[in-house]
């Protein structure tokens, strides 16, 4: 269409009134089409700088979880001068359709007294500054990333980029969740910003100067709770005392005072190893908070738990945070399960992965405690599986293509039993079902349904729509198949829409004797992918290409041979005979 | 003020009650008598260290001699362990944290343990001599250095790989809590590398040990150097023939290595459970009552309340507020990187110079030398290869027996542990002895003394392998009721490979250093040898030939390094990812 690339390019070089002109001259269901196909962060930049009017209009186009999050973009005066100014239908269908707490929040905030902002704003003209994530002005951010970004130089061809440039603030008071599928940088991107891994480009500020020049006061909970086994819980809890060189006497009351605030007191003399899980992270809390950081960074603390213990553990925490019974000012926390981001997080980020990008950056502004099973907290959830399960963004542009090579596409790292699996459940559901519904029916999180989906869409056997997953028709007739058919389909699936795979079978059949070492593979992987990428890609592929009955790989020479596909079928039955 | 003296010096500690004092009194005496003991010894090896220099004292074959003598090996191997102890933490941590620097001190490191013990002693000695003319402390310490360079590398690699593998969380813990390189050092890095510095310790003493009789006897040039000690005692006794002496000896070394077993190593390897990279606790856990005497004790509690724990919190803060102060500082960084790089240069200068002496020492080589030197090679190649094989035949079989009975490795372990603790060249002159009468020459003897040296190793691992072949696959075999054959072909052998070749990895390193003590022996007054590689190098130590050595020498590190290169190597990588058993 006509009017979708222009847009895109207003919002790539940062031209808000041009775009806003375009959107206003547009009929309103063509201007919420093209407003919907933007990534979801440039949507989020532009309707915070669109006036009223042109925003009010497309507030009552979009679906509704859409409207509310972008709404909530923005300050409330903002909120409230815009749902006035929507069209009395489209406001009555989106009450409507939102959930019922949801709904009440709302009317509250609407409630609110319009205090000065929205008359200063209108008279500033039509462009309103941005208001939702950055920090009101006096609130100086803690640590300002500008421009960071991440890549591994490797020798031949040119560095492989993980983390784009982004810029990133986290401001004092809030719980900011750094969301994003496994393998997207997330967990590198927290090491950036709190000075243990510097970055290839851009900088660290830690209250406007440079990270080098001044240690930043943080402290991490690893994931993996990183205990020393040999000391004991006290002595563990002491060592980053120990490091700032602070006296016993005081080292100590510090240390206990930690422990008990995490519940801990008569454990002092134990060690690690005769503790449970949960008791460790809480030592690894200890030793945090024992610092007294001013930002406390998590890398996913509560994933290495089970159900319960995460749950009481996470409880603790935010009591202590919101009791205002520790010192920290903000706590950056990364993880891939959506529902503990909502539960926690007053702001929320996605990232995008290969390279990993800021997709997504908005404020949750449900008041704890918060509830599992409340519309409000499902519709955010709801929403984040929506904008994680879209596809990627397309490469192309001017802003996104700056120096990235277009990436090799990568294959996920599941095996296609699962995929299988998927397909079958979603075919006795009639072929259609929400994705947060099936996560939450096969108690799976979104790091590790993500991948099987993105094998199913990967392949044409289903795709993603606004967060239903459907099946195609050639989805329906491989969950219906019996295994021999089901061979032959998954071949022709993964020969037209795997380029890896039919690369490597076009190579396979090219040789006259139908082998090559499989380290000529993995080169060429190597250069779009790490090295450990590129050797997990080469796995999965080895994978999927017996299961596809395309190749067959000997461990033993290391390489791989063609399977005539006419003896393959006649040897399975063989194997299935013997 | 009653009693001000008493006061002060225990004023650290709660004073305890009389009666529970004279309990504890009770239970710290044999540690206040072991200490005496030890304080005596050093004053009495300080009198001797400065007496002037006898390098033929003469051996006394009484047996109430021996005493004595096992007090001086003992003393000479304790030095040389503490020596190599230095020497590994600072060579490994130098190699682990200097990514330029471990480029050559690795493959250095490789080189050097390939080098076999006499290879180094006529520089060594001479050396030695130079720097203490006239002392006895000269020939002393250069014995010791002899003892050193057979101890030190595997403990210099094993804390180094220790140090490379750090867990990485870890790591980054101490980072971002802003470790000083002290406090990473003691609380991170030597508390990972404890349990296989333990062990490897453990295996260097055990080779101080087996190469004893070499380093405290040996003919250098027309120079016929001793020291009294347990090794000159056993070596003197087979040099006069005397049956009686060699097993006064041998049992007054068993009895030695027994009881340093039982007093250091086991409460050393109880302690080191505690460093355990572990997240959940053992069922079984190495104890030693020796530790818990020591830990009971109170003298000693005392006396790391009152001296070990200040220090060490005074050294961490030291190093702490250092850091604080000068996070990086690029000033003494440059400094320090100054001094790395001079002394980088005088090291290659220093090589550099040394290669040219060598090649040109090397030169001088006649071609019957070098005829002897690749005969020798070839012969002690096969000599090598064949007594692993043996070792393998019995130790396979027997070891998979001991393995999969616990009852029976409940009596048979601790019983070829002592039988492997006696070193094999205290029974070399037995077994030659033996051969002699049979008629055998030295050239297939020498393969039953290398046999002798090296098979416990290949045994004590097929023992571990067996012993954790898991239970279901063994079920497995029996439900399909697999022929003896084919359980063995199938199940056994594949499940203990990993364990095979470690054992065979450490097995053929100790044959081939074994090789200059088994190819060439002073008995009877007369000199045994055979076609060898370490024969020639004996040989070639006694006469003071130094290019031969050089030679020699050369040739048979370079057949180690290849061999572990070539096959050793690939076959550990293959036992470590498709013969792996995982958990």
């Known amino acids: 269409m006509s009017h979708l690339t222009p847009l895109r390019v207003f919002v790539s070089q940062a031209q808000w009134q041009q775009a806003a002109e375009m959107l206003q001259r547009l009929d309103p269901s063509a201007a919420a089409e093209a407003f919907s196909s933007l990534p979801f962060e440039d949507q989020q930049s532009l309707f915070r700088k669109l006036p009223v009017e042109v925003a009010a209009s497309l507030a009552g186009d979009l679906p509704y979880y859409q409207t509310y999050v972008l709404l909530h973009s923005r300050p409330i005066p903002d909120v409230i001068a815009i749902v006035d100014k929507m069209n009395p239908d489209d406001r009555v269908q989106f009450f409507d359709q939102l959930p019922q707490e949801t709904w009440q929040r709302l009317m509250d905030e609407l409630a609110e007294k319009p205090e000065a902002a929205p008359a200063e704003a209108e008279a500033e003209g039509a462009i309103i500054p941005p208001a939702s994530v950055e920090p009101p002005l006096h609130e100086e951010p803690i640590i300002e990333a500008r421009h960071i970004e991440k890549s591994f130089e490797r020798e031949g061809s040119g560095p492989i980029q993980v983390i784009a440039p982004t810029d990133l603030s986290v401001e004092p008071g809030v719980i900011l969740a750094l969301l994003g599928a496994s393998g997207s940088g997330k967990s590198t991107l927290l090491r950036i910003l709190a000075g243990l891994t510097p970055p290839s480009g851009g900088e660290v500020l830690w209250h406007g100067r440079p990270i080098a020049e001044n240690r930043p006061n943080a402290a991490i909970v690893f994931q993996s709770f990183a205990l020393f086994p040999w000391l004991t819980v006290l002595e563990n809890v002491e060592a980053p005392l120990q490091a700032q060189a602070m006296k016993s006497r005081e080292r100590h009351r510090r240390a206990l005072h930690a422990l008990a605030s995490v519940g801990l007191k008569g454990f002092e003399s134990a060690y690690p190893k005769e503790l449970s899980g949960g008791m460790k992270q809480r030592v690894g809390f200890a030793r945090a908070l024992a610092v007294e950081p001013e930002v406390l960074f998590m890398d996913e603390p509560f994933s290495a738990l089970d159900v319960l213990t995460a749950e009481s553990l996470r409880g603790e925490l935010l009591e202590l945070w919101l009791g205002k019974k520790i010192p920290t000012r903000s706590i950056f926390m990364v993880t891939h399960n959506i529902e503990e981001a909502v539960m926690l997080a007053d702001r929320i980020i996605v990232l995008d992965r290969n390279p990993a990008r800021i997709r997504a950056d908005f404020r949750i502004p449900l008041s704890h405690p918060r509830e599992h099973g409340s519309a409000e907290f499902l519709l955010y959830v709801d929403y984040i599986y929506k904008l994680m399960t879209q596809p990627d963004r397309q490469p192309g542009l001017p802003s996104l293509a700056a120096g990235a090579r277009t990436p090799h596409p990568a294959l996920p790292h599941i095996h296609l039993g699962s995929t299988a699996g998927l397909l079958e459940l979603l075919n006795d559901r009639g072929g259609k079902e929400d994705l947060y519904h099936i996560a939450d029916e096969l108690q799976m999180g979104v790091d590790n349904l993500l991948p099987i989906v993105e094998s199913a869409t990967l392949l044409s056997f289903a795709r993603v729509d606004r967060g239903d997953l459907e099946l195609t028709p050639g989805g329906k007739a491989f969950a219906e198949a019996d295994i021999e058919t089901r061979k032959r389909l998954f071949r022709e699936a993964v020969l037209a829409n795997v380029p890896l795979l039919r690369q490597i079978h076009g190579i396979l059949a090219g040789k006259s004797d139908h082998t090559m070492p499989i380290e000529f593979f993995r080169d060429l992987l190597q250069e779009h992918f790490s090295d450990a990428e590129a050797q997990q890609q080469i796995e999965t592929a080895v994978s999927w290409g017996r299961y596809a009955d395309l190749f067959a790989y000997d461990s033993e020479s290391d390489r791989l041979s063609l399977r005539p596909v006419t003896d393959a079928a006649e040897e399975n039955e063989s194997v299935t005979q013997a | ?583």
């Open chain 2, 1 to 583: 003020m009653e009693q001000p003296f008493r006061s002060r010096l225990f004023s650290l500690v709660p004073l305890p009650a009389s009666r529970a004092g004279a309990a504890s009194l009770l239970r710290d005496l044999p540690i206040i008598v072991a200490g005496l003991a030890v304080f005596y010894s050093l004053v009495a090896l300080t009198r001797y260290w400065n007496g002037p220099v006898n390098t033929q004292p003469e051996i006394h074959l009484n047996p109430s001699a021996l005493p004595g003598y096992a007090l001086h090996s003992v003393e000479r191997i304790t030095v040389a362990y503490l020596l190599s102890l230095a020497v590994t933490l600072v060579y490994a941590y130098v190699a682990a944290h200097n990514t330029r620097a471990e480029r050559f001190m690795i493959p250095l490191l490789d080189t050097l343990q390939s080098i076999p013990v006499l290879s180094f002693l006529p520089s060594v000695m001479f050396a030695m001599v130079a720097l203490f003319p006239g002392r006895q402390l000269g020939v002393e310490l250069g014995s010791i250095l002899l003892i050193f360079t057979g101890q030190v590398w595997n403990m210099a690699f094993s804390v180094y790989s220790s140090m490379k593998g750090v867990p990485v969380d870890l790591m980054e813990a101490s980072r971002s809590y802003g470790f000083s390189w002290w406090q990473k050092l003691v609380q991170l890095e030597l508390p990972y590398a404890a349990i296989g510095l333990v062990w490897n310790s453990m295996m260097s003493v055990a080779g101080g040990w087996f190469f004893l009789m070499a380093c405290e006897m040996f003919v250098l040039g027309n120079h016929d150097l001793r020291l009294p000690g347990l090794g000159s005692y056993l070596q003197t006794a087979a040099n006069a023939g005397d049956t009686g002496a060699i097993l006064w000896g041998v049992t007054a070394m068993v009895a030695v290595i027994v009881l340093m077993d039982q007093l250091i190593w086991r409460p050393a390897i109880a302690w080191s459970q505690k460093f355990k990279f572990e997240q959940v606790e053992a069922t079984e856990i190495p104890r030693s009552p020796i530790l818990d005497l020591l830990r009971r004790s109170r003298i000693i509690g005392r006396a790391e309340r009152a001296l070990a724990m200040p220090a060490r919190e005074g050294l961490m803060l030291h190093f702490a507020a250092a850091r604080e102060h000068s996070p990086e500082s690029a000033a003494s960084g440059g400094v320090l990187k100054w001094v790395g790089r001079a002394v980088a240069g005088v090291a290659l200068a220093g090589i550099g110079y040394a290669i040219w002496r060598m090649a040109l020492a090397l030169a001088t080589l006649s071609r019957s030398d070098l005829l002897t030197i690749v005969q020798g090679a070839g012969a002690t190649f096969l000599r090598v290869e064949s007594s692993l094989l043996l070792a393998a035949l019995w130790t396979i079989p027997v070891g998979v027996l001991i393995g999969t009975r616990p009852r029976l490795a409940a009596i048979a372990q601790p019983v070829a542990q002592v039988t492997a603790s006696i070193p094999a060249t205290a029974l070399f002159p037995i077994v030659l002895l033996l051969l002699i009468r049979v008629g055998g020459g030295l050239g297939v003897g020498s393969i039953v003394l290398l046999l002798l040296g090296t098979q416990w190793y290949l045994l004590f691992n097929v023992i571990a392998g067996a012993s954790a072949l898991p239970t279901d696959l063994r079920e497995v075999c029996d439900v399909f009721g697999l022929s003896k054959p084919e359980r063995w072909r199938k199940f056994i052998l594949p499940g203990i490979f990993p364990y095979l070749i470690t054992g065979f990895i450490t097995a053929s390193g100790g044959a081939w250093n074994a090789s200059i003590v088994a190819e060439y022996f002073h008995f009877r007054g007369q000199t045994f040898s055979t076609t060898g590689l370490g024969a020639v190098i004996s040989r070639a130590t006694d006469a003071g030939n130094v290019s031969t050595l050089l030679g020699a020498t050369a040739v048979m590190a370079a057949m180690v390094v290849t061999l572990n290169r070539l096959v050793w190597r690939r076959l550990y990588f293959l036992a470590s990812t498709r013969f792996r058993l995982e958990a």
